[in-house]
């Protein structure tokens, strides 16, 4: 295992866990991405996405551009969520403008009875990034592991693509939910074992993204995608070298199973824009952190109207107490068209506002 410098900086890790922190930590969902212009010089170099993703050197690259650009409170590993499926041999694959596509979606019952954890030697090149991401930031920020969850897995692998309606996953679920359940158990088994190499790779949190969630009818939601993720999440290691790795589960569109999520397990929930912080607060108690939940378009304002809105959301949230902790993100990924220079506002106003509440009598 390498040695990594000491940390100079863990309060997103201290708000996860709900311990006392000076301010808000902030980091950003896709904060290594188009919007920046040293990112899209690194992506012309790479040649393609999957060549940008799949090469450590230039992983670790734009994976460090927003932190050497902004004071941000973590870093995240620059990947991409079908990794898992695509060591699965589905053929993953990126179409001009289309997103991501896989040539062999799962669609008969032969298939899904031949799949199989994948090999993690497979996704080498994953954790080689990750040990040389965090040695680059030399411990400036903490790290951020992360894989799609078992469900949203399954909706690419199902669907061959992404997807508005979920016609052809939801027709399986609701015919077969034994084939269903049987891709998720996989799923969920490759998840766990994927992040548990992240962190021995050096990743120091993990994150899970229920993109999809969102889709699913109450029960089914459940059903098919909770139980999935509390079972990632039972198999984890959360302790590494006696540091404990907190735990972040994000369904976009969950807000409705708030308080079934806050007890699967996780250290954080994700919030989208579409939940009212404070109300979050006082429905998960001191069970878990929260994280959120700005709407990212907010970012293509006005300077003023960018802090105003932060400190909305923040006051929202309210003043940090004992168990508790907040960790400030936006309710999705942020836009490829966003200024770069909008960010720097909205950090700004994360930290100076967040440490005058603290200071507030």
């Not at 079972?231 to 540091?243: N, P, T, W």
């Amino acid at each position: 295992m390498p040695q990594f410098a000491p940390l100079q900086n863990d309060t997103f890790l201290r708000a996860l866990l709900r311990q006392p922190t000076d301010y808000t930590p902030v980091w950003l969902m896709r904060q290594a991405g188009r919007y920046l212009p040293e990112y899209r010089a690194t992506r012309q170099q790479a040649g393609s996405f999957l060549g940008l993703a799949k090469n450590p050197d230039f992983a670790t690259e734009v994976t460090l551009q927003p932190i050497d650009r902004y004071p941000l409170d973590a870093s995240i590993l620059f990947s991409d969520i079908l990794t898992v499926p695509d060591a699965m041999g589905l053929g993953l694959y990126f179409a001009d403008g289309e997103g991501p596509k896989f040539e062999r979606p799962l669609r008969s019952e032969e298939q899904v009875m031949a799949l199989e954890v994948p090999d993690m030697a497979s996704l080498d090149y994953v954790f080689k990034a990750v040990t040389q991401i965090r040695t680059a930031l030399n411990g400036r920020v903490p790290l951020i592991g992360f894989s799609g969850s078992p469900w949203t897995l399954a909706c690419y692998m199902v669907e061959g693509g992404g997807s508005r309606e979920f016609h052809t996953i939801k027709k399986m679920l609701y015919s077969r939910p034994d084939l269903m359940h049987r891709i998720l158990d996989v799923n969920a088994r490759a998840v766990a074992q994927y992040l548990n190499a992240q962190i021995d790779a050096g990743a120091q949190a993990v994150m899970i993204f229920d993109s999809w969630g969102g889709a699913l009818a109450d029960g089914a939601y459940q059903e098919f995608s909770l139980r999935y993720m509390q079972q990632v999440l039972s198999q984890l290691q959360r302790e590494k070298d006696g540091v404990r790795i907190p735990a972040i589960v994000f369904t976009k569109g969950g807000g409705l199973w708030l308080d079934e999520m806050a007890g699967i397990g996780a250290d954080a929930l994700g919030l989208d824009w579409t939940v009212n912080l404070g109300r979050a607060r006082a429905l998960v108690g001191d069970r878990v952190a929260l994280q959120g939940n700005l709407d990212p378009a907010i970012l293509f304002a006005e300077p003023e109207q960018i802090r105003a809105e932060v400190e909305r959301s923040l006051s929202a949230y309210g003043k940090p107490a004992a168990g508790h902790g907040h960790v400030f993100n936006l309710g999705h990924g942020i836009s490829q068209f966003t200024p770069p220079e909008s960010v720097s506002a909205m950090v700004e106003a994360v930290h100076s506002f967040s440490r005058r509440q603290r200071a507030a009598a």
